[in-house]
């Protein structure tokens, strides 16, 4: 009886504990890949609120969001090397500074600071506010751009080959 006790203990603790990660996702137009985790809005005020304004941001959730060049690319017209980079943002109310940054693997935007100095791209993109709500942060694809898309919030970065 005390060992079932004590088996039902750990798992129902082992519960509590356990950190949900948010469901992540890969997509791709064939050239450029992003990989992040798909965070919900779950009825909060994301951007200014849940994600503050003028601080680095991941872009997602969990581990920091990876982006895969298959060639060379302009990326809102910078230039790009083939490779894989972290994307991070700090968002604005009316911009957002996109950064791709070569050190990767980090977790959240907690390491950004003292890899900086890694930065290969930073520019600014205009936000524009949508009428309908995002409920899951959406990165997706449309002819020349990577759409950025949570809340009521919309980034559009230009790309080029």
């Not at 791709?100 to 600014?124: C, I, P, T």
């Amino acid at each position: 009886m005390k060992s079932a006790l004590l088996l039902l203990a750990v798992f129902v603790s082992s519960s509590v504990f356990a950190q949900k990660k948010s469901p992540h996702d890969t997509v791709s137009n064939g050239t450029l890949t992003v990989t992040y985790g798909r965070p919900y809005k779950k009825d909060r005020v994301v951007f200014g609120t849940l994600e503050k304004y003028g601080k680095v941001w991941r872009v997602g959730a969990d581990e920091a969001t990876t982006v895969t060049f298959e060639t060379d690319v302009k990326f809102a017209g910078q230039t790009v090397k083939a490779g894989s980079y972290t994307m991070f943002a700090i968002p604005n109310e009316t911009e957002w500074t996109i950064i791709l940054n070569s050190v990767l693997g980090q977790w959240g935007a907690y390491s950004y600071e003292k890899n900086k100095a890694s930065d290969v791209a930073k520019f600014n993109v205009s936000v524009k506010k949508l009428d309908k709500v995002v409920e899951q942060l959406t990165i997706r694809f449309a002819t020349g751009q990577m759409i950025i898309e949570w809340d009521q919030t919309q980034v559009v970065v230009p790309i080029s080959y």
